[in-house]
């Protein structure tokens, strides 16, 4: 029996709960249910140094490659738990038992990963193993500051196909010029 995981709660985002590299699970208040994070800077790179960032030991820097072969693994075993699993059980708080996202958010900017477009892709496909899908969301947090890349155009291509969201990090700019900014 695989030793049990401390009980979540929103206020812990411990990358490590589950023991992973890329993949961990958060009970957010944002969501409300359980957002199965995937971390792609686990080195805790940013191509920026926002004053209020709370990555603890944040450093200047980019997301190494992603070995897409083990984080395919590690979430198509972490879903198993949650999917056909004791997981929400076990680890969740009554009230907040379901999984409502699989987001790209970790310690660092995702995009700086160099292979994002076959991370996005194999997420996809292994959210389709599982008939996610449509089922829950599939969010990209980003900075946005290297939407120009080839490899991340083709990573939103796919989000896009997976009815995927992309949430900016806007941090400037009056009411009226975002909005000036905003698609329709
Ligand atoms: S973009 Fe996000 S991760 Fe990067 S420094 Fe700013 S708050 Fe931290």
Known sequence: MPPSPPRLTTDDHDRASAGLTWVYPVVSRRAGGVSVGINLNPNRACNWRCIYCQVPGLVRGTAPPVDVEGLEQELRGFLTDVVHGDFLVRAVPPGARVLRD????????????????????????????????????????????????????????????????VWFKLDGGSEAERASTAPG
């Open 102 to 165: 699989v987001a790209f958010s970790g310690d660092g900017e995702p995009t700086t990963c160099r292979n994002f477009d076959r991370v996005v892709e194999k997420v996809g496909r292994v959210l389709a193993d599982f008939d996610l899908v449509g089922q829950v969301a599939l969010v990209l947090i980003t900075n946005g500051s290297l939407v120009h890349r080839p490899e991340v155009l083709r990573g939103l291509d796919q989000m896009g196909r997976l009815g995927g969201e």
